[in-house]
Every structure is written in structure tokens, then in C-alpha cells.
């Protein structure tokens, strides 16, 4: 199996999206383009607009990616848990397209024995500690996540520290939206250090639409823009293409 990047997009917001295009869509482009897209749902109280539960669930099934919605205080736990389960969950997909060219259209992982099921999975482990990631994080700040932002900060700083215990690299970009002067605002370029956060989140201020759509396009075009950096520099590096499995 050759070697790439798996790449993820991060969406943590606590409500529906009021402006811009529709985020599903967003999100099937973004899997055509090989990109994950993950939602995590944030709750400050008891219950969850509907339609704000059906937009997370929606966008993450669109995007071949996981929903996870949780109490602000859970979340820590929770962004750890879900970005290492969709890189699981991306994995398995490379390996069961790999097992149909070897084997043929109608196998896979789970029609392995249980022996040969196990062996393939002791691979697909080993390659979510050592393949490169990317993950674009996108955070709603909107005015209803002004006392969740505190605890989004610490479980990104949690996410980082879980992360660079993996033998492979890893590279984070957050984006904000709104921005100040628009749908969103990028606020940390890639780096493999979250630790940046601490000096950007105090200045963040939250409030507005939320354009959740326009956010996630946004998004898109940081990692197309990235890509075409690199095949200018003359980088060939190969990437896992869900879209082709």
C-alpha cells in the first residue's frame, strides 16, 4: 500500500447554519476531493435544535466522515476520539479497495477469515500511528459558543499532545467563521504545533451568522491552494483519494 496524507476537515459548531451555501453539499465536494469531514456537536444544555442534529449527522454522512454530539465538558475526550476513529474508518476503506483489486469485486475486509481479518487490521493500525495527517479545524463562533471557546481551546491542545505521540507528522490549520471581515477567517496556518492556540483564542470574538457553508468551501480551497504549492515545487507526494475507493 503506498504511502500519502490522510486528510481530514474538523467542524465543531453548536447550531444550525443560517447563511451561504448548503454545508451537505460542501461536505459531498469534499469527499470527492479525498477530504474527511468530521462534526462535532456541542452542548451546553439538555436538548439540541433538530434541525441543528440532523444539519451535524447530514454533513458527516456527506463528508464519509463521523458525528459525535457532546456536553462542552466531554469534548476533550471527544475530538481525540473522533478524528482517530475516521482515520480508522479512511484506512479500512484503502485496505478493502486494495483487497478488491487482489481479490476481486465482491470481497472484503469482512469476508476475510477471522485470522486474515486480524492480521489486515494489525496493519491498518500500524499505518494510523505512521501515515501523515492533515486536519483543517473549523470552529463555529457564533454568539451561542462564546463560553464553550475555553473548552474547545483545551481539547485542541489535547488533540495536539495525543497526536504527536504518533510516529508519523501532523499538521493543523484552524479557521473561524464568522470572521471579522468575513464568512471566515483563517487564524493558524499549518503547523505541527497547536500550542499556537494560546495566543490566538483570547483575541477571537464570537457572535453573528453562522455560514457553515461558505466555511467548509473555504476549506476546500486551503487544501486545493496547498496542493497546488506543492506540485509547483515539484512535491508528487500521493494522497489516500477516498473518493476512488
Known amino acids: 500500500m503506498r ?3 490522510l486528510r ?4 465543531i459548531t453548536d447550531g444550525c447554519s443560517n447563511h451561504g451555501e448548503d454545508p451537505v453539499a460542501m461536505a459531498a465536494l469534499a469527499k470527492e476531493q479525498g477530504i ?5 456537536g456541542v452542548l451546553d444544555q439538555d ?3 433538530e434541525s441543528g442534529l440532523r444539519e451535524i449527522e447530514g454533513i458527516a454522512l456527506s463528508g464519509g466522515g463521523i458525528s459525535q454530539v457532546v456536553y462542552a465538558k466531554q469534548l476533550s475526550q471527544t475530538v481525540q476520539m473522533v478524528t482517530r476513529k475516521a482515520m480508522t474508518q479512511t484506512l479500512q476503506g484503502v485496505v478493502n479497495k486494495e483487497l478488491k483489486q487482489i481479490l476481486g469485486s465482491d470481497v472484503s475486509l469482512e469476508d476475510l477469515p477471522p485470522e486474515k481479518r486480524g492480521q489486515v487490521m494489525e496493519v491498518v493500525d500500524e499505518l494510523g500511528e505512521t501515515v501523515e495527517l492533515e486536519v483543517l ?3 463555529d ?4 459558543m462564546k463560553t464553550k471557546l475555553p473548552t474547545v481551546k483545551e481539547a485542541l491542545l489535547d488533540l495536539s499532545l495525543s497526536l504527536n505521540a504518533r510516529t508519523g507528522d501532523n499538521r493543523f490549520a484552524v479557521f473561524v467563521f464568522p470572521g471579522k471581515r468575513g464568512d471566515v477567517e483563517k487564524i493558524v496556518d499549518w503547523t505541527p504545533r497547536m500550542e499556537e492556540l494560546s495566543t490566538v483564542f483570547p483575541k477571537l470574538t464570537s457572535g453573528g451568522l453562522t455560514p457553515t457553508g461558505p466555511a467548509l468551501r473555504e476549506a476546500l480551497a486551503y487544501f486545493g491552494r496547498k496542493r497546488s504549492l506543492r506540485s509547483w515545487i515539484g512535491d508528487d507526494e500521493s494522497y489516500f483519494e477516498e ?3
Do not use: C, E, P
Not at 36 to 40: D, E, F, H
Not at 141 to 144: E, H, K, L
Open 137 to 139: 479545524i473549523l470552529i
Open 8 to 11: 481530514q476537515i474538523l467542524l
Open 243 to 245: 473518493s476512488s475507493m
Open 47 to 49: 436538548t439540541i435544535d
Open 36 to 40: 474527511t469531514v468530521n462534526v462535532i
Open 3 to 5: 504511502k500519502g496524507t
Open 141 to 144: 463562533t457564533s454568539g451561542s
